[in-house]
């Protein structure tokens, strides 16, 4: 507190210890390094972190998606 840092949470795990938390400046500049909050590993920029927020939970949701509808077409719907 105070060191003007703060934490978010990551949508892919950090590869060492597997934490979602990482820590960055709060400038928030594009070439902030952002690293793991528990193990100190460099997880890359804040420009990097960005795209993978914007990117990541999108393509999870359409692939939850797609499983919903494959199912619906495999399983006759009797209702
Ligand atoms: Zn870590």
Redesign the pocket.
């Known amino acids: 507190m105070g060191d003007l840092s703060e934490e978010m949470r990551m949508p892919t795990a ?6 979602h938390s990482v820590r960055l400046s709060e400038a928030h500049n594009p070439d902030d390094k952002v690293f ?6 460099l997880r890359g920029q804040y420009a990097d972190l960005q795209k993978e927020l914007e990117n990541k939970p999108k393509s999870e949701a359409e692939r939850l998606l797609e499983e919903v509808v494959n199912k619906k077409s495999d399983a006759p719907d009797q209702s």
Do not use: Q
Request: hydrophobic residues 0%.
């Open positions: 950090c590869p060492e210890c597997g934490s793991c909050s528990s193990c100190n590993t």
